[in-house]
């Protein structure tokens, strides 16, 4: 090629021309979250970020947004092709990632700070639209090993556009990392776990927030029919989807009113970004949350002792008619000797109902509980930062959100069943809601059928005051003549407890207390004991007619105790 004058163009000159995409939800993706960059085993000791172009668009990326909930960065002029990776720093750090030959690396202005144990990151694009999102935490690492620092968060399977923490783990680069290439634990990802709702917690009188344990398909749970609500509500007449959370609001026709339960019943065909539907749960209830009073909410099981790998809980029982509101709880220590309370921590950061007669666990790990102990709902599981309590002794305090104390309980270990060999991993239970806290006979070691702790559900050293007992016995005939004519000469007592396993003893007394007859001692009961009483004593004298008493003293390897008396009559014929 020459130009007018007769020069000749000795270099090829290549233009590229393309046509750039606007970037839809899922097309650009967080694939790599370096947080803790401290003693990383060769990469630059700064944090970044990572996303990936898995569209076949060519996005313009220019304006994006990387924030965090403090922080806003936004991208410089850039392009990013299909497949593509781009990485993410500070502007300040961007030569350190150079000289370690580290070329596709972008600088922020305001690049987010990236905390350590956890976060909620979300990329934008310039319209302010959310494309990818999310909320990290350690236990996405999946690794002992690699969860403290030094190592990057990857992303498992980049191909899979829903923010699933299943898809998560360390990276097992020898560098600490992957920045702007393929991730060292790149494969594939299948998410085949349904969604379940958690909470239904009323915003105002006409307003219903419907927490879920992962975040719907937006467009298809947005069909107002597949929700409804008892006592006349019916569906709500708007949704309204939350990015903060996998909740949903819904406006409802008619207000909620105080004094009522109610249920929101989900359709099952509900599903999750990957297209699971509901397996379970399908209905959540709640009301109107109430004023708290003392005696409406009770400690009810303490885990103080735990094993190596498990944490403390505190477990209580709303005793009342009424609904309470968890965030308005708070639990505090106090010290054994002085006992003044400290460090009252919120049970529930997020919204969250305890209803009449139900139970709810505060816990540092809902995991590190479920992992030891059978839980049948682990809804009422409740994340908590919970203060140390020492495993010989301690004060647990339960307050309301103005700091009065509703109840405490002075633990101790020796509070434990004195055969217990070890008591590392076994709850201290409430045995009677309705008795003191302070009465160091209504607690007990968790039974071992229960696997030593019944987190989230009734105690199994749980004692019903109403229910004495009185009904495992049966006397026959009530009055007795013990007169040899043949009819009515004896005293037939019948006990048949619940279940088998019990010790027991069983005595006559007089009317005065006088004991008159042991008929049995230490004696191991199947399901049914029997046993007779011929009207004389232990030295074998015919006693007088009067009122006597049958006392039954029961003791169960598990704890349960029962004092059963029944009054009975001895009669003499009158010649």
């Not at 990469?43 to 909930?69: H, V």
């Not at 990276?171 to 600490?176: I, K, N, R, V, Y």
């Amino acid at each position: 090629m020459v130009d007018r004058l007769g020069n000749v163009y000795s270099d090829t000159l290549h233009y590229s021309l393309f046509t750039v995409s606007n970037a839809l939800t899922a097309d650009v993706v967080i694939t790599e979250i370096m947080s803790n960059p401290t003693d990383a085993p060769s990469l630059p000791s700064y944090e970044y970020l990572e996303i990936y172009n898995r569209s076949q668009k060519i996005i313009d990326i220019s304006s994006f947004a990387l924030t965090d909930p403090s922080t806003i960065g936004i991208f410089p002029a850039d392009t990013l092709f299909p497949n593509e990776y781009r990485c993410f720093t500070s502007n300040s750090n961007i030569l350190a990632f150079q000289n370690y030959g580290l070329n596709n690396v972008k600088g922020l202005s305001a690049f987010p700070s990236l905390n350590n144990e956890g976060d909620r990151i979300r990329l934008l694009n310039s319209n302010g639209d959310v494309i990818d999102e999310i909320t990290y935490d350690l236990s996405m690492y999946n690794d002992p090993l690699r969860d403290d620092h030094g190592w990057s968060l990857e992303r498992i399977d980049i191909e899979f556009p829903c923010s699933d923490k299943n898809n998560w783990g360390a990276s097992h680069d020898p560098s600490g990392g992957t920045p702007g290439v393929v991730n060292s634990i790149d494969g594939f990802y299948q998410d085949t776990i349904s969604p379940w709702p958690i909470y239904a917690f009323p915003i105002d009188s006409f307003h219903l927030e419907v927490g879920f344990s992962e975040f719907l398909d937006t467009v298809h749970a947005n069909n107002f029919s597949l929700y409804l609500i008892d006592h006349t509500i019916g569906s709500p007449v708007s949704i309204q989807f939350s990015s903060e959370q996998p909740s949903l609001i819904f406006q409802l026709s008619q207000p909620i009113n105080s004094g009522i339960i109610y249920k929101v019943q989900f359709d099952n065909s509900i599903q999750d970004c990957a297209g699971n539907t509901l397996k379970r749960w399908d209905f959540l209830n709640f009301g109107w949350p109430d004023s708290i009073l003392k005696e409406d909410v009770k400690i009810n099981e303490i885990l103080f002792d735990p094993f190596t790998e498990g944490c403390d809980f505190i477990e209580i029982y709303n005793r009342s008619e009424k609904t309470i509101d968890l965030t308005q709880l708070k639990i505090a220590h106090a010290d054994p000797v002085d006992g003044i309370a400290t460090d009252a921590i919120a049970f529930s950061l997020s919204p969250r109902l305890l209803l009449p007669k139900q139970f709810a666990v505060a816990a540092s790990s809902t995991n590190c509980v479920s992992k030891f102990y059978k839980v049948v709902d682990t809804r009422q599981l409740i994340p908590c930062a919970l203060p140390s309590f020492n495993d010989d002794e301690g004060i647990v305090v339960l307050m309301n959100s103005s700091l009065q104390e509703l109840e405490r309980f002075h633990y101790k270990d020796d509070f434990h069943f004195a055969l217990l060999s070890d008591p590392e991993g076994v709850s201290l239970e409430r045995i009677s809601p309705d008795r003191n806290s302070t009465d160091s006979s209504n607690w007990h070691s968790a039974s071992f059928n229960s696997g030593f702790a019944t987190p989230c559900k009734i105690n199994s050293q749980y004692y019903d005051d109403t229910n004495d007992g009185s009904s495992w016995i049966q006397l026959s005939p009530e009055l007795f003549s013990p007169d040899n004519d043949g009819y009515h000469d004896v005293l037939g007592i019948t006990c048949t407890p619940p279940r088998s396993g019990f010790v027991v003893a069983l005595s006559i007394y007089n009317e005065y207390g006088t004991p008159i007859r042991k008929l049995t001692e230490h004696e191991l009961l199947g399901s049914e004991g029997m046993w007779i009483w011929n009207g004389l004593s232990d030295d074998n004298a015919l006693q007088q007619a009067g009122i006597y008493i049958a006392l039954l003293e029961m003791f169960h390897i598990d704890g349960d105790v029962k004092k059963i008396k029944k009054a009975f009559v001895l009669a003499k014929r009158n010649d």
